[in-house]
């Protein structure tokens, strides 16, 4: 299933578990697993804490002290610092469905992670039976 996405700030998490969700409800899927894909240089997924969002700020904090927006960069768009990021959150998650629901912890969601923004964007997901 392709999602399209509308980021609105230049670094955002957005969390994109009730998409996922709905869609592995959609599929009657009881068992398999679920592959979060992102076909983009500057963005990433992530799985991560949902039910504090001061997580997500000070993720997005620590990633710019250790990369930050203006740096010693080669790359001429002025992004190194979206591909560096994008690289370590990495460009895909799987998460294992049990029971027709995503096994996830009890404080996780899974996050687009927008780096390169605003843009429009798009995420791929993959519902496999087991």
Known sequence: MRYRIQTAKPQQFI????MVAEAIK????????????????????????????????DM????DKTYPVQGEYLHCEGNSH??????LMGPSCTVIITDGKL?????????FCEFD??????????????
């Open 15 to 18: 969390n994109i578990t009730p």
């Open 26 to 57: 959609n599929s009657n899927v009881q068992e398999g697993i679920a592959v979060i894909y992102v076909p983009h240089t500057t963005a990433g997924v992530t799985i991560n804490e949902n039910a504090d969002p001061d997580v997500v700020r």
């Open 60 to 63: 997005i904090s620590a990633l």
């Open 82 to 87: 979206a591909h560096i990021k994008a690289s």
């Open 103 to 111: 096994l996830l912890g009890t404080w996780q969601g899974i996050y």
């Open 117 to 130: 923004g605003p843009r429009n964007r798009e995420f791929y997901e993959k519902i496999l039976r087991g």
